[in-house]
């Protein structure tokens, strides 16, 4: 049982929540169904993310959270004031109920794991849920309900404030891409090569869309760890209606790009639970990894992969011939594509001049 105060019991003296973040993009996107689903229950009560550098600028754009606190890369956490607050523990490491519990931070709640049971006032079983089998939403959904009752299923949101989105307009009008109907593309993964689609794929697809759409651009996103693979595609098709941000923009600028274009293609990435956050139609091409567990948060975005009796393996680097990727063709994903062009009622106005 929490030490102190007990939320679900007592309500009316509860004064902030404090959500502990998650460091992966990811991750970080799919959480936020939690936070909606909070904001929705109780929309006076201020919502407060500690969040560590990697993922902050992912709290901040969401219209749950009151504010962000950013820590880590020598900014500690600070100790609250008051003690009518209860802090979601969402990450499973030890490092972060360690960090809560020596920061003072009172009504720790988090799943056991990693042997933190002791620094946490409540703990919910970890294995239990795991042995569900469910979406990785609801294991934030769980932890928020242990202690603040059911919430409402909602989606993962993103509001882009005015100066961000006049960033990304601004990026569409330098590359003179305004009038075009865009195809962002993310073919890296931070996780590892296991769940990229081949980059011969990539090119093979990009090619084939630019010859068959002349009114279409493509923009590659990338971070800094996977921005060799939009390099080398960069360098094999030399036009001026492809264009990469090259890693070098920020996550949050990005999103703000992202958001301009009209569709998405991409591995399991963090750029795919974005899209699926900004509402986008697209496809997402799953090989190593189970898109019952992981897969995007929207309708709007279709999965495509080939099933192959050694998927899901959850492996960074296959150590074998890579099947589950190599057998899902370009052929495949380009007709599912353009159908999905086809249909798209904002597509309805280009439809002349593309085809």
């Excluded at 959480?31 to 909070?38: D, N, R, T, V």
């Excluded at 009752?149 to 404030?161: D, N, Q, T, Y």
């Excluded at 091409?285 to 948060?297: K, R």
């Amino acid at each position: 049982m929490l030490s102190g105060l007990e939320i679900h019991d007592d309500r009316e003296r509860m004064t902030k929540i404090y959500i502990y973040g998650v460091n992966w993009i990811g991750d970080a996107i799919i959480s936020l169904s939690a936070l909606e689903g909070i904001r929705q229950k109780f929309p006076e009560i201020p919502i407060i993310v500690l969040s560590p550098p990697r993922t902050s600028q992912i709290y901040e754009l969401s219209p749950a959270a009151t504010s962000v606190i950013t820590f880590g890369d020598g900014k500690p956490l600070k100790t609250p004031r008051g003690s009518s607050s209860v802090v979601l523990c969402f990450p499973l490491s030890f490092r972060s109920a360690w960090n809560l519990w020596r920061s003072g931070f009172k009504n720790r709640v988090g799943f056991a794991s990693e042997g933190r049971s002791l620094l946490l006032n409540r703990i919910l079983d970890y294995k239990k849920w795991k042995n569900k089998h469910l979406h990785q939403s609801t294991y934030y959904r769980e932890l928020a309900e242990a202690v603040l009752g059911p919430i409402p299923v909602e989606p993962a949101r993103l509001r882009i404030p005015p100066d961000l989105l006049n960033k990304g307009q601004q990026f569409l009008l330098n590359n003179h891409f305004r009038d075009h109907f865009c195809i962002a593309i993310n073919p890296g993964a931070y996780f590892g090569s296991a769940k990229m689609w081949p980059i011969r794929f990539y090119k093979t697809l990009i090619g084939k869309i630019l010859e068959e759409f002349p009114n279409t651009a493509i923009i590659l996103f990338s971070g800094e760890k996977d921005r060799h693979v939009t390099r080398e595609i960069s360098e094999a098709i030399r036009s001026p209606k492809l264009v990469s941000t090259d890693g070098s923009i920020p996550l949050n600028e990005s999103i703000a790009i992202l958001s301009q274009c009209h569709y998405l293609v991409s591995n399991d990435s963090g750029m795919m639970h974005i899209g699926a956050a900004l509402k986008m139609k697209g496809v997402a091409l799953f090989g190593p990894t189970d898109s019952f567990a992981t897969g995007p948060m929207s309708k709007e975005i279709c999965v495509l992969s080939h099933q192959v009796s050694c998927s899901p393996c959850f492996l960074r680097e296959c150590p074998i011939d890579h099947r589950c990727m190599e057998f899902l063709t370009p052929e495949k994903v380009f007709l599912k594509i353009k159908d999905d062009m086809m249909e798209q009622k904002r597509f309805v106005g280009f439809r002349e001049r593309f085809l």
